[in-house]
Structures are given as structure tokens and as C-alpha cells.
């Protein structure tokens, strides 16, 4: 048996991976048009201000820890505007904590975050109407020798400043002298406040150094013993209903000063990691001796109360020239089922004076409200589930308010050049009854009747077991859902793994790449009876275990048009990268990281996308180079254009190998969009069932059984015939 299929098939010249983060997309939720849908979602954001684009106007710079993120925000006409241009300006190594200060009077304001061992400092050296440009500080412990971790004088030498590895010291002006002082909790028990007194003023330095000595390792008289007890007043914490074990610095503090009363001295907002609320010690001695002996939940009216650890910050969010005040989770990651990553922005604005501010509760999403936030650990997925021609858009989640996982569901009320996502429903099937969380979807055709089956692996809230599931669609041409029976794989992840079903070695059944929570690409091949699968390689493409590249997420699919497909990967280091053609080297790689342009520089580079990435690969802009849509652990979206991309022809162009072929064989078929194959007689009897074709998807369809003749294939997006071509066996 023969077939010959006459089709066209453009191959470009030139391969390029080469994108930019696009923001054009509009994105509707209950009504409302999200100003800022693709900035990428927020965890534990670190709040700052400055002026990015030098218009003399305070912008917002973010920095997420559970990502070690840094998120930027243009201050336009009242707004903020998802700015991601200038994140790439700030050093790469911000760490624990990122404070935005102007330590040396200078006008620019400069950079602490942790380093090994201490605290670096980075000057901000930038010149006028040139970009963001930083200096690494050094400091000398003794002549000839220099460290470079901010130092203090200790009881007899210079020593590191070392604040705690979870911590979030104070940096600011704490005896009205002109300099910045610094003011950190003890990294030893007890767990006290140290002070170190910035004595570049009394040196004749102005303000332009940091001449660290350090006062005090009791600053404000007071111990903190555990959540919500704390001694005053020389008290044991045993005195106070504590235990001895309770004064050791064995969690995260939060410390943040202010002169709330405006009576001349610091008082003090403290959080430490166990404990929902930000505590209120008011100064009860003055610039230079302070005292402590009581404490309050803070603010007084609706305190702040997030489920562990928040961390307080003073800036101006709203225009009005008065530092209003923001708290957030100051975590690492999610430890708790309770932790809502979707509502983790408390904002009060400042409804006093900067002199006496008083506090008032205005949001708990401040910024995330205008985002695509689904918490944290996004997974996006793509799939025509409504017919129309055009891509709609899932998000997958770990775990919501309800401590539930489910899937968003966006139609895509745009088409298939110009996309716009509207959120129908955040329960997609109602898979929140199914007491799972750590959804991660994908839709492919497993059970091979040519419909797209909704895959995905879930994790047992009662059982603890991540497992590999599907839904079969009930619909050859269309992903249709509604009663069927859910069905499972037998496959058993560890819950950080990611899994990606994909035919590897182009036999007609799913295989299975999964990304290890070691940093290792594992393939399974499917033997192709009954879907059992067998290790073949526990470092495909020579991606062995690495500590820097874990929990990896790699999706195939041919993103730079040149008929050969690639893999797209992404991983807990936010970093993405491709491998380009992989089947032609299955046991080594040499990915491609540098993909996102830098408009400042004109160069293409790496960048941290958020962590956790979990990308997926599709055609929005009815291009000949689809896009890539990122998912992450801060729970939001980015998309990637590849803005090479020439926008495709009114027709769709298929490739459809082999050609000649056997009857024993299967048609391999690839689309540049989303399409339907019916395959007719030239009397017009149709010839088994249509079929979908994914766009950027190899599919398979069998040729067993078909009698020798002419044939018509038609393809349909919709409603609309695209396209006819003849067949002949």
C-alpha cells in the first residue's frame, strides 16, 4: 500500500530561539480587566521603592524569597505597569532578603541582601541617563586583609554583621545622626537585639560610610522567648511561662523600626517565623537608650494576621508622599497546607501623617489582584476545548485557600491571532472533590481515538501518593468532558516530579519523560501494551542529577519551525532552556540559555523566571513559531514570544510523513495550528473518525485497513473548513 499526500512544508533557513516577555495579552476575571495578568505571581514579596526609569517618580522593586525573584513595576499615572525590562539590572545573587536603601546619601538608593556568612553590599553606581549599575563593597577586617560581608566592631575586633539565615534585619537611621545604622537580631540564643551604631558621621565621613560598631546586644531590654511570649524587664523566659529551649534563635525574625508616636526615638515592629502576627513594642526611653517593657498586636485596628511569619515594610504605594504599610509571609516556601500564596499581600494605607501615621486595612492581594494568581506551583495547559479555532488556557495549582487543588479554566474569547483569556471557572471538572492537591494538566490524545484526553498527576491529600491520572475525552474532535470515569496510570512520582507524556521514540504510544526531584531527566518508554512503562535512561539527554537543576519540567515540541522537535525545559532555578532537535543526541545535550532579549543591552540572555518553572508550548499570535507560557512556584504566568515568528498563512500547512507508506504503518502528522482531519472517498464517504491535530503535535494516525484509491482529506478549525487535499493509495 501506498499514500501520497500533496502537501507543502516550510522548512526557515535559520533556527532561532529567541524571545521577549510579552504583557499584550488581556485577561478578564469576574468582570474585570487585569491590569498586570502575566507579572508572574507573588509569594513572600519583599517590598521596595525606587526610581527605575529616572522620571523622578518612585517605582515599586520586588523581591520575592521563595523564588529569590526580583519583580518590577513602573508607577504610571497612578498605577503600577509590570515593567519586566529592569529586572535583569539587579545582581543575581540577592539572596534571603533585598533592601533598597540610600546608605550614603548619595540620591540612589543601594542594595543589602544576605551573603555567605554576613550581608553584602552593593553600591549603586549608576550615571546619569545610563542603566542600573552596581559595585560589590568590600570591607577591610585589618590592613591587607578585606572580606566582602558588611562588618561590625565586635568586643575586640571587626567581625562579620551575621544575621540569622532566615532573618530580616533593619537597616535605617536609628539615632538621628545622618547615618545608617543597623539593627538585627542575635543569631545565638537568646534572642535579643543587637544594635550597630554607623559612626561615619563622628568620623568626619558624613554620611558615605558604614563604620559599623556595635552598642548593644540588648537592644530595648527585651527577650523574645516564642510566639507571643516575651520578657521585659530583665524576666527569664521561664518566668513568663516559656521553657530555657525557647531562647534559642531556632526560627526567622522579622524587625522593622519606626518612630510611630513621634516622640524623638525608634519603636520597633518584630515577627518572628512561628507566629501569624507583626508585634508593636513601643519606645519607652529615648534615641540613644532604648526601653521596651510591653507589646501589642499591630496594627490595633484589624491587625495583621497571616498564617506564619509576616514581615512588616513602610513604603509609599499610593502616591500620596506617606509610607503606608505592607506585610507578607517572609518564607522560604510553603510549609503549611494553610499558607495562602494567593492572598499574601497585606496593604494598610497610611490614613495620618508621616509624623503620627495611623494604619488602616485596605487589601490582602495588594498587586496580586491585578495578576493571573493561583497561588504557587502554576502549570499551565493548552487545548481548543470549546472548537472555536483558537487556544484556551488551564492553570493547574498545588493548593488554594480551601486547601484544594484544582484547575483554572480560561476560554480564550480572542482567536487564534489576536488571543484574550476570560476565567470561566477556578474547578475545572470539579476535581476540588477529589481531595488531591499539586495538580499539574496536560492534554493528549493516551486512549488513541484522536481526541485530547485531559492527563494529569495529583497527589492524595489523604494518601500522600502522587500518581499519574487521566480523563479520556468523549469526543474524537474535541476535548469533551463530562462523567467519565477517571483513570489511572501506573506510575508513582514523588510529588516534586514533573512528568510529561510524549511518543520519544515515534513508535505510536506515549512515553514518559519525568523531570526528578534531583535534577535528572528520567525516560520511560511505553512497551504499548496496556500503558506499562519501563525505565530507559535515568539521565536522557544527559541531564544527570545536579544540585542547582532540580525538580526540571521538560515539554517537547517544535518551537523554532523547522520541522524537528525540541525540548523546552524548565526548573527550580527559574532558569529556562532548550534543547533543539533532541532526538538527535539522546544521551547528550548542550542546552541553550540565553533566550530573552534585554532591551537595555540588545543581547539575549538568561534570566530567573520564578523558580519551579513549569513551561508548556503553544501558538497564541497565529505565528510559524509558537509561544512558550511559563508557570512557576510564585503561582502567576509569564509568556515568551519568540519575536522572530512570520504570522502564518490563512491556510494551515501540514506535514504528513511517510510518504510513500506501508499498510502496516502510521501516518506521523504535523500542524502549524490546531486542526480537525476527517478523511472522505471521493464519492464522500467518510473513512474512519476525524481525528484532532494539536498544533506543534506529532500525531499518529493508522493506515490498517484502508483500500487502495484517491482520497479527500478535509481539515476543519471550528466550524470552518481551512483546507482539502488529495490522498492517493
Not at 515592629?269 to 513601643?282: D, F, G, K, R, V
Not at 521596651?292 to 508622599?321: I, K, R, S
Not at 519568540?642 to 502496516?664: H, R, W
Request: aromatic content about 10%.
Amino acid at each position: 500500500m501506498r499514500l501520497l499526500f500533496f502537501l507543502l512544508f516550510p522548512f526557515p533557513l535559520f533556527a532561532q530561539f529567541t524571545y521577549t516577555m510579552d504583557q499584550s495579552i488581556p485577561v478578564e476575571v469576574n468582570g474585570k480587566t487585569l491590569s498586570n495578568p502575566w507579572a508572574g505571581g507573588l509569594n513572600s514579596p519583599q517590598i521596595n521603592t525606587m526610581d527605575l526609569d529616572a522620571d523622578g517618580q518612585s517605582d515599586l522593586v520586588i523581591f520575592d524569597k521563595t523564588a529569590s525573584r526580583v519583580s518590577t513595576f513602573l508607577a504610571v499615572n497612578g498605577k503600577y505597569r509590570y515593567a519586566p525590562q529592569y529586572e535583569i539590572q539587579f545582581p543575581s545573587d540577592a539572596n534571603t532578603f533585598m533592601v533598597l536603601r540610600d546608605y550614603n546619601c548619595d540620591g540612589k538608593k543601594d542594595l543589602f541582601t544576605f551573603g555567605q556568612l554576613g550581608v553584602f553590599v552593593y553600591r549603586n553606581v549608576t550615571q546619569p541617563g545610563k542603566t542600573l549599575s552596581w559595585k560589590k563593597l568590600t570591607f577591610y577586617t585589618a590592613p591587607g586583609f578585606q572580606s566582602e560581608v558588611l562588618l561590625t566592631q565586635g568586643f575586640s575586633s571587626k567581625i562579620n554583621l551575621l544575621p540569622g539565615t532566615n532573618d530580616l534585619p533593619n537597616f535605617i537611621d536609628m539615632d538621628g545622626d545622618g547615618d545608617m545604622d543597623v539593627l538585627n537580631m542575635k543569631f545565638v540564643s537568646p534572642s535579643q537585639a543587637e544594635y550597630h551604631k554607623n559612626f561615619s558621621v563622628e568620623n568626619g565621613h558624613g554620611c558615605d560610610s558604614l563604620e559599623l560598631v556595635r552598642q548593644t546586644q540588648n537592644w530595648g531590654g527585651f527577650t523574645e522567648c516564642s510566639c507571643g511570649k516575651i520578657a521585659f524587664n530583665g524576666q527569664t523566659c521561664e518566668q513568663i511561662g516559656g521553657r530555657a529551649e525557647q531562647i534559642q534563635h531556632t526560627g526567622g525574625k522579622a524587625t522593622l523600626t519606626l518612630d510611630i508616636d513621634n516622640d524623638g526615638d525608634k519603636d520597633l515592629l518584630y515577627s518572628e517565623e512561628t507566629c501569624p502576627a507583626i508585634y508593636y513594642m513601643e519606645n519607652k526611653g529615648d534615641a540613644t537608650n532604648a526601653v521596651m517593657n510591653g507589646f501589642t498586636l499591630f496594627p490595633g485596628t484589624n491587625p495583621v494576621a497571616l498564617q506564619l511569619f509576616p514581615a512588616p515594610y513602610l513604603e509609599d504605594v499610593d502616591f500620596d508622599g506617606k509610607p503606608d504599610l505592607l506585610a507578607s509571609p517572609n518564607l522560604y516556601t510553603r510549609s503549611d497546607f494553610t499558607n495562602n500564596f494567593i492572598e499574601s499581600l497585606w496593604y494598610y494605607k497610611n490614613t495620618g501623617t508621616i509624623q503620627l501615621p495611623t494604619f488602616s486595612f485596605v487589601k490582602n492581594n495588594f498587586l496580586q489582584e491585578d495578576m493571573i494568581e493561583v497561588g504557587d506551583f502554576s502549570s499551565p495547559a493548552f487545548t481548543d476545548i470549546d472548537m472555536d479555532g483558537d487556544q484556551d488556557m488551564f492553570i493547574g495549582q498545588y493548593i488554594n485557600a480551601n486547601s484544594q487543588g484544582t484547575i483554572s479554566y480560561y476560554e480564550n474569547t480572542g482567536n487564534n491571532r489576536q488571543p484574550s483569556f476570560k476565567l470561566i471557572t477556578d474547578d475545572f471538572l470539579s476535581l476540588s472533590l477529589l481531595s488531591f492537591y499539586n495538580i499539574k494538566p496536560q492534554f493528549i490524545d493516551v486512549d488513541k481515538n484522536g481526541g485530547q484526553d485531559l492527563v494529569f498527576t495529583a497527589t492524595g491529600l489523604l494518601s500522600g501518593t502522587t500518581r499519574l491520572f487521566y480523563i479520556p475525552s468523549s469526543s474524537s474532535t474535541a476535548p469533551l468532558f463530562g462523567g467519565q470515569t477517571i483513570k489511572t496510570l501506573p506510575v508513582i512520582l514523588d510529588a516534586s516530579e514533573n512528568v510529561t507524556m510524549v511518543d520519544v521514540d515515534k513508535d505510536g504510544s506515549l512515553d514518559l519523560l519525568i523531570g526528578t526531584s534531583t535534577g535528572s531527566l528520567e525516560y520511560w518508554r511505553n512497551s504499548g501494551s496496556g500503558n506499562t512503562f519501563g525505565l530507559i535512561s535515568n539521565k536522557y539527554l544527559g541531564l544527570d542529577e545536579s544540585l542547582i537543576r532540580r525538580n526540571i519540567t521538560a515539554v517537547v515540541g517544535d518551537v523554532n519551525n523547522d520541522g524537528l522537535e525540541d525540548v523546552v525545559i524548565g526548573d527550580q532555578s527559574g532558569q529556562l532552556s532548550i534543547i533543539s532537535n533532541f532526538r538527535s543526541s539522546p544521551t547528550s545535550s548542550a542546552p541553550i540559555t540565553e533566550l530573552i532579549y534585554d532591551s537595555f543591552s540588545k543581547l539575549y540572555t538568561t534570566k530567573n523566571l520564578g523558580g519551579g518553572l513549569r513551561p508548556a508550548i503553544i501558538n497564541l499570535f497565529g505565528s510559524d513559531k509558537p509561544e512558550i507560557i511559563i508557570g512557576n512556584i510564585t503561582g502567576g504566568l509569564h509568556v515568551l514570544k519568540n519575536e522572530n515568528g512570520l504570522l502564518l498563512a490563512d491556510e494551515p500547512v501540514v506535514n504528513i510523513f511517510p510518504n510513500p507508506a506501508q499498510s502496516t504503518q502510521s501516518l506521523t502528522i504535523v500542524s502549524d495550528r490546531s486542526i480537525t482531519m476527517q478523511i472522505y472517498t471521493v464519492l464522500g464517504q467518510r473513512v474512519g473518525n476525524p481525528i484532532l491535530i494539536p498544533a506543534d503535535q506529532i500525531v499518529s494516525y493508522p493506515l490498517q485497513g484502508v483500500s487502495a484509491g484517491i482520497y479527500i482529506a478535509r481539515f476543519t478549525a471550528g466550524p470552518r473548513s481551512v483546507a482539502k487535499r488529495f490522498m492517493v493509495l
